[in-house]
T-cell receptor
């Protein structure tokens, strides 16, 4: 069965610094991979997705992620964070059917 | 807007009461999902519809939880004889789906508090 691990529960970075959030997945075949962001009191918003093709995926709000099959990873990156990026970030993996399995999330804190 | 709409946004109930949570998906979306999100956790899958058919209910925690989508559009998640452990945010999502993985679009959730 597929699963997702986000090793970091909390991450704190200074505004303007670069960011990398880690995600490792478990799935036998080529996975469908997603990153979502959740602000307090709101639902999840899709940042980007990987289905196939180019392993470096561009998303909204200046985020990107790189699929590395050899490491079973799909880490999220941003070159320069803004205070408004403070939120909870969820990595997710989908299989052959419609279901998507979410990680437990990484809470991002931004220092002024 | 044309996003996923959930109501109510907040629901407070006494232990033992029944509650009903509503989800209005994006028009044309075939697949509809319910998730339970406990504080500080990721969304946990509850159940999944493709049109009006409930294809997977493996995540429902007990037989007190029941979901329906009778006309393949609006869905209702019902919890009978609520318990304190049912307190959580209930998220609804929809997608074009139809048996293929597609990005899911989420509503803002219903925060359920059981006293």
């Amino acid at each position: 069965a597929q699963s997702v691990t986000q090793p970091d529960i909390h991450i704190t970075v200074s505004e303007g610094a670069s960011l990398e959030l880690r995600c490792n997945y478990s799935y036998g075949a080529t996975p469908y991979l997603f990153w979502y962001v959740q602000s307090p009191g709101q639902g999840l918003q899709l940042l980007l997705k990987y289905f196939s093709g180019d392993t470096l995926v561009q998303g909204i709000k200046g985020f990107e992620a790189e699929f590395k099959r050899s490491q079973s990873s799909f880490n999220l990156r941003k070159p320069s964070v803004h205070w408004s990026d403070a939120a909870e970030y969820f990595c997710a993996v989908g299989a052959r059917d419609d279901k998507i399995i979410f990680g437990k999330g990484t809470r991002l804190h931004i220092l002024p | 807007g044309a996003g996923v709409s959930q109501s109510p946004r907040y629901k407070v109930a006494k232990r033992g009461q029944d509650v009903a949570l509503r989800c209005d998906p994006i028009s044309g979306h075939v697949s509809l999902f319910w998730y339970q999100q406990a504080l500080g956790q990721g969304p946990e899958f509850l159940t999944y519809f493709q049109n009006e058919a409930q294809l997977d209910k493996s995540g429902l925690p007990s037989d007190r939880f029941f979901a329906e989508r009778p006309e393949g559009s609006v869905s209702t998640l019902k919890i009978q004889r609520t318990q304190q452990e049912d307190s959580a945010v209930y998220l609804c999502a929809s997608s074009f789906g139809g048996g293929k993985v597609q990005p899911q679009h989420f509503g803002d959730g219903t925060r359920l508090s059981i006293l």
